[in-house]
């Protein structure tokens, strides 16, 4: 996904009301922004540091400007705005990056899953192989905790949404369909993705019982810079 004009430099204040931040542009001039993440984004931030940010023509726009990428506290990049993900994803999976999901000549956004009351992110099918779809289910993955250890958890706060797509992914495996949650790790230091226990032990829970259900967890992370977020390569999802 390359990005022109690339993103514009500032220096990131704070993030308040959940989706405004104040940042610092080059000219010493406090600029508020949209910030695009409903989640904590829980040690993706500190104050002082670069932040890169885009800006878009649309006029009806009350902020112009959205946070996109972050620098964490222990000096890493973080793509925070998690509406990128499914984009990233489905470009990966045109140009063949994300092997695991090659092969299928339909691919759909936004699936209504009416049997299990709940929209998932991507069917895909082939017609030429087998009557099975494959639907997938895209998680944005930003918070890494520790200083260097590498290891990344999701969610990065309590999701009764996360564990309901988690239900409807095994319900999926059931019907005889295959069902991947998809792991999009936008953070330059995570090398591993787990279930947060620690902050949501009941999402934990679901997707122990979806794996052993036969639901596929595959995470693969972003190579990060102001003018181009690009999926590259598999990483493990360690399940405790």
């Known amino acids: 996904m390359n990005f022109y ?3 514009n430099e500032a220096i990131f204040e ?6 405004l931040t104040d940042i610092t542009q080059p ?15 829980r040690n993706c931030t500190a104050p002082g540091t670069p932040c890169w940010y885009s800006t878009s023509d649309n006029k009806k726009r009350k902020y112009a400007q959205t946070l996109e990428i972050t620098t964490t506290p222990s000096g ?40 299990f009351e709940s929209r998932l992110d991507f069917r895909m099918r082939d017609h030429s192989a087998d009557d ?12 890494m905790d520790g200083e260097s250890n590498g290891e990344g958890f999701f969610p990065d706060s309590v999701s009764v949404r996360g564990s309901k797509h988690l239900q409807a992914l095994m319900g ?7 069902a991947v949650i998809f792991y999009c790790v936008q953070h330059s230091g995570i090398e591993t993705v787990s279930p947060a226990d620690h902050i949501d032990e009941e999402y934990g829970k679901w997707l122990r019982k979806a794996v052993a259900k036969g639901v596929e967890a595959i995470a693969y992370k972003a190579v ?17």
């Not at 099975?132 to 918070?143: A, P, Q, Y």
């Open 76 to 115: 890493h990049l973080a793509g925070v705005n998690t509406g990128r993900a499914n984009k990233l994803v489905a470009e990966a999976i045109e140009n063949g990056v994300i092997t695991e999901l090659s092969g299928y000549n339909d691919l759909k956004a936004e699936v209504k899953c009416e049997d």
């Open 14 to 19: 704070k993030r308040y009301k959940r989706f």
């Open 132 to 143: 099975r779809d494959c639907f997938v289910e895209v998680k944005s993955v930003t918070l």
């Open 27 to 41: 000219d010493g001039t406090t600029l508020t922004i949209h910030c695009p993440n409903t989640g904590s984004m």
């Open 172 to 178: 999926l495996v059931d019907q005889g369909h295959r």
């Open 5 to 7: 004009p690339e993103f």
């Open 224 to 240: 990060i810079s102001p003018s181009e977020i690009t999926l590259a390569q598999r990483i493990p999802v360690v399940i405790p």
